[in-house]
């Protein structure tokens, strides 16, 4: 009798071994959520929060606002406008960078904001192509200027299009009194004057054909030479 109870004590633990052991093979171990990774665009998404603008027109104006929006000083007196230039190159500017610079004299005198432009020269200059005060002629211009703030501003490409950003800034300590920061969406490689040139087309050179002489003295040949030779003299 005490055989057949340890008998079943021990068929009892066994079968209960034997299910804990199904039961931890098939538990499930539940995955590790991946931590969300940072995409490039992510990173350079500069649109958020910021105005974007599909032509010149619309980019001119959004910056010139902004600037009179974020003027720190009631008294700005005169500011001078430059022209706008590559951010990783500060000393050249393009055909789009002097648009913008150009364009906000109007802007920024239509909302109330002095400005100067010192490209005027001693003089009038004139020749048989027109009349001409602007010039880019250092030795034209009137120098030293009187002025206190200077407008610039830079450009560069990002993956949403052209990235602009200006200040007004004081000429003597740098202070920063205005700021703008616009998005112009546009992949254009002018903007940047280095779009690929098209590769040049092959020259094919021009068959030609060499003219020589029957040996004929008149106009027509007769068949046959007198003397039955192969050409007549």
Same mark, same amino acid.
């Given at each position: 009798?005490?055989?057949?109870?340890?008998?079943?004590?021990?068929?009892?633990?066994?079968?209960?071994?034997?299910?804990?052991?199904?039961?931890?093979?098939? $538990? +499930?171990?539940?995955?590790?959520?991946? &931590?969300? *990774? @940072?995409?490039?665009?992510? #990173?350079?998404?500069?649109? !958020?929060?910021?105005? $974007? +603008?599909?032509?010149?027109?619309?980019? &001119?104006? *959004? @910056?010139?606002?902004?600037? #009179?929006?974020?003027?720190? !000083?009631?008294?700005?007196?005169?500011?001078?406008?430059?022209?706008? &230039?590559?951010?990783?190159?500060?000393?050249?500017?393009?055909?789009?960078?002097?648009?913008?610079?150009?364009?906000?004299?109007?802007?920024?005198?239509?909302?109330?904001?002095?400005?100067?432009?010192?490209?005027?020269?001693?003089?009038?200059?004139?020749?048989?192509?027109?009349?001409?005060?602007?010039?880019?002629?250092?030795?034209?211009?009137?120098?030293?200027?009187?002025?206190?703030?200077?407008?610039?501003?830079?450009?560069?490409?990002?993956?949403?299009?052209?990235?602009?950003?200006?200040?007004?800034?004081?000429?003597?300590?740098?202070?920063?009194?205005?700021?703008?920061?616009?998005?112009?969406?546009?992949?254009?490689?002018?903007?940047?004057?280095?779009?690929?040139?098209?590769?040049?087309?092959?020259?094919?050179?021009?068959?030609?054909?060499?003219?020589?002489?029957?040996?004929?003295?008149?106009?027509?040949?007769?068949?046959?030479?007198?003397?039955?030779?192969?050409?007549?003299?």
């Amino acid at each position: 009798m005490k055989q057949l109870g340890l008998l079943s004590s021990l068929t009892f633990a066994l079968l209960l071994a034997q299910g804990c052991a199904q039961k931890s093979e098939t $538990t +499930t171990v539940k995955p590790v959520k991946e &931590v969300n *990774k @940072i995409s490039y665009r992510d #990173v350079s998404n500069y649109s !958020v929060n910021v105005a $974007t +603008t599909t032509t010149i027109k619309d980019t &001119v104006d *959004k @910056i010139a606002q902004q600037l #009179v929006n974020t003027l720190k !000083v009631k008294n700005v007196g005169s500011v001078a406008i430059t022209s706008f &230039v590559d951010l990783h190159q500060l000393n050249k500017t393009t055909h789009f960078g002097r648009v913008l610079g150009e364009s906000l004299f109007n802007e920024l005198f239509k909302r109330g904001v002095k400005v100067m432009d010192f490209r005027g020269q001693k003089s009038l200059s004139i020749n048989a192509n027109g009349e001409f005060f602007l010039s880019r002629n250092v030795k034209k211009l009137h120098s030293p200027i009187q002025n206190k703030y200077v407008l610039v501003g830079t450009y560069t490409k990002i993956a949403e299009g052209i990235l602009i950003n200006s200040r007004i800034v004081d000429n003597k300590n740098g202070s920063v009194i205005a700021t703008s920061r616009v998005i112009f969406h546009s992949n254009d490689c002018r903007i940047f004057e280095n779009c690929k040139k098209p590769k040049p087309e092959p020259v094919i050179p021009i068959r030609t054909i060499d003219i020589t002489t029957d040996g004929c003295a008149t106009e027509k040949c007769p068949d046959v030479c007198a003397d039955n030779s192969i050409t007549c003299k």
